[in-house]
């Protein structure tokens, strides 16, 4: 996959790394959002270790990670092929060691793997960073996908409490952002498949710019086992936890049930858990009449994640079809449905644009006292309209709340 900006991401990192002594950070954020690139990337011209979480028992993660320090030349005089780590503490202890006078990098990437099989990990990791203080210069970095873990290393009963030195959290691209991905496509098309796939690294590496938009999506999304249609389970079936009915909640979302009462009733249970964590990680935001002030009773509830918005709003309803190979006769159909799914991430998406602008001094405010280009409000204060094709609020009478 191209590896494209993360300009200020890497600049914070670098930092990071510059400061003696031995440190920590934390990096993480959603699945695909294109962590584990980004450290390599950082990575790339240090002594450096990597090693990635996979459920092992913890005797074959040490063992892993041996076979990992001896291919990048840490493992000084030990033997580490036939007498890898026997827990821990000695492997940590053993970077310290050869990290005295040259930093050196270990990262753990998809930690709550890792702490599947030890539990007791973060507490061994406090222990080894409060006794070895300065004596160090090892940095330790965690990396992980499961959000909602990754957020509890830093709160402040865990055992990790107060030792990050950097807490990086990775978000989708932003439009311009996105172009630079694919930039052999004109400026419609990349709206376009921003519309369709969002911000995410990978979604967006996998489009093929020398195709068109009928043979990209008969490749991504209109066969049975088809990229976007396993992403789209997958995300739903991820960071749910006990209680929580995400998967759900968007699924109410997408048939029209926007109102809070209304996704209650459809589910059955109360929601408010599930959206506060959808809206946590930014896959649902609330909106609010453009013509109401805070604080407004009216709000209603969209998905904010393009790639989801195309998934439930569009594919789900061919997905029957899809899975019976039928996706010849079903593809223009759901071509000729994009115009209506694609209106309000365009209009997300140049809202954006005047941001940028804004934040770059190229926009000129007239009349209004907010940093962003904004259009005066209208003297006749209409009600709010809604349509219901979609589940979707009227695009032109809402904001976010």
């Known amino acids: 996959m191209r590896f494209v900006n993360r300009v200020s991401e890497l600049a ?5 790394w510059r400061v003696p002594g031995g440190r920590s950070a934390l990096v993480w954020g959603r699945r695909r959002v294109g962590k584990t690139a980004l450290l390599q990337v950082f990575a790339q011209d240090k002594p450096a270790v990597f090693h990635v979480g996979a459920g092992r028992p913890r005797r074959a993660e040490l063992s892993q990670l041996s076979d ?4 990048a030349g840490l493992a000084g005089v030990r033997d580490l092929a036939s007498r890898p780590f026997s827990d821990w503490d000695d492997a940590l202890d053993h970077l310290a060691e050869r990290a005295v006078d040259t930093p050196i990098l270990l990262v753990l990437d998809e930690f709550p793997e890792l702490v599947l099989a030890a539990p007791d990990l973060p507490g061994i990791l406090r222990a080894f960073l409060d006794r070895t203080g300065g004596r160090t210069q090892l940095r330790l970095l965690l990396c992980g996908s499961a959000v909602r873990s990754m957020q509890a290393l830093g709160e402040e009963r865990a055992p990790l409490y ?3 030195d950097l807490n990086l959290q990775l978000h989708p691209f932003r439009p311009h952002e996105a172009a630079l991905m694919l930039p052999g496509l004109s ?5 376009a498949v921003y519309g369709l796939v969002g911000g995410m690294p990978l979604y ?3 489009w093929d710019q020398s195709a068109d938009l009928a043979a990209n999506l008969t490749r991504l999304a209109c ?5 976007l249609l396993s992403e789209g389970q997958l995300v739903l079936a991820t960071e749910a936890a ?3 009915q995400l998967s759900a909640v968007m699924h109410a979302i997408s048939a029209g049930k926007t109102r809070h009462s209304e996704i209650k009733n459809w589910l059955g249970v109360e929601p408010a858990r599930s959206l506060d964590r959808l809206q946590e990680l930014r896959l649902v935001e609330q909106v609010r009449p453009v013509t109401e002030r805070r604080p407004s009773r009216q709000r209603r509830y969209r998905i904010a994640d393009n790639f989801l918005s195309f998934y439930l709003g569009v594919l789900s309803r061919y997905r029957d079809e899809i899975d019976r190979g039928l996706a010849a006769s079903i593809l223009p159909v759901l071509i000729a449905s994009l115009d209506d799914h694609l209106g309000p991430a365009w209009e997300d998406a ?5 941001r940028l602008r804004a934040s770059r001094g190229e926009c000129r405010r007239t009349g209004s006292s907010s940093p962003d280009c904004q259009f005066r409000e209208p003297r006749n204060r209409l009600r709010p309209t809604f349509t219901r094709d979609q589940g979707m609020m009227h695009r032109i009478g809402w904001r976010r709340a």
């Open 162 to 164: 107060g030792r990050f």
């Open 68 to 71: 990992r320090m001896l291919s």
């Open 204 to 206: 967006l590496s996998w």
């Open 242 to 244: 006990p209680g929580e």
């Open 350 to 354: 140049f809202r954006d644009h005047l």
């Open 223 to 227: 066969q049975p086992g088809a990229p």
């Open 12 to 16: 914070a990192l670098e930092r990071w």
């Open 187 to 191: 400026a419609a098309d990349l709206a």
